[in-house]
């Protein structure tokens, strides 16, 4: 079975601080890599997503996300948080090819940003 | 927004009891999946549909069942309810089931008392 592992449980940053959140995963197989967002009372929504290519996916609203096949990562970045990113982020792990789109989530990192 | 629905927002429900939850995917997709998110858990992956069809099973209790209508809404069913189900119930759905991106609903948030 797959699973994924977010390293930091709660995160807590200065505006204009950088930001780099861990996310592991187990699976022998290839997959499809997401980071999805949760602002507070709202619905997730998807931050990017690596498929195939370019290793380094852009998101929306500046996060960006490298996959490094060997360590099993897809660590999410930001140059510059804002208040506004105070959130809790979740990876997500696909089996590619796989014939079901069940999605694996790790536990969350809830991101605080302080103005 | 997501384009996809869910209904009821919030329910409040004693132990014991019966709710059904609602769910409406995008226009034209044809896979819906429900997820609960709990303290406890976090994000857990219950059911997936396609087309009607049951596809997957996750770590969905017994006394919980889910359906997939010929119009594409979905409703999970959860029955003889506990304190332990209380709980974020999260509908997604795709436009094939397999590898593609989920786009989430707002979720159900159920309370059993």
């Known amino acids: 079975a797959q699973s994924v592992s977010q390293h930091n449980h709660h995160v807590i940053l200065s505006e204009a601080a950088s930001l780099e959140l861990g996310c592991n995963y187990s699976?022998?197989?290839?997959?499809?890599l997401f980071w999805y967002v949760q602002y507070p009372g709202q619905h997730l929504q998807l931050l990017l997503k690596?498929?195939?290519?370019?290793?380094l996916v852009k998101g929306i609203k500046g996060f960006e996300a490298e996959f490094i096949k060997s360590k099993f990562s897809f660590n999410l970045r930001k140059p510059s948080v804002q208040w506004s990113d105070t959130a809790e982020y979740f990876c997500a792990v696909m089996a590619r090819g796989s014939t079901l789109g069940r999605l694996y989530f790790g536990r969350g990192t809830q991101l605080t940003v302080w103005p | 927004d997501s384009g996809v629905t869910q209904t009821p927002k919030h329910l409040i429900t004693a132990t014991g009891q019966r709710v059904t939850l609602r769910c409406s995917p995008r226009?034209?997709?044809?896979?819906v999946y429900w997820y609960q998110q709990s303290l406890d858990q976090g994000l857990q992956f219950l059911i997936q549909?396609?087309?009607?069809?049951?596809?997957a099973k996750g770590n969905i209790l017994e006394r919980f069942s889910a359906q997939q209508f010929p119009d594409l809404h979905s409703e999970l069913n959860l029955s003889s309810l506990e304190l332990g189900d209380s709980a974020l119930y999260f509908c997604?759905?795709?436009?094939?089931?397999?590898?593609?991106?989920?786009?989430f609903g707002p979720g159900t948030r159920l309370t059993v008392l």
């Open positions: 549909y396609y087309n009607g069809e049951e596809r």
């Open positions: 699976y022998g197989g290839t997959v499809n």
């Open positions: 690596y498929f195939s290519g370019d290793p």
């Open positions: 226009s034209g997709d044809l896979s």
């Open positions: 997604a759905s795709s436009a094939t089931g397999t590898s593609g991106e989920q786009f």
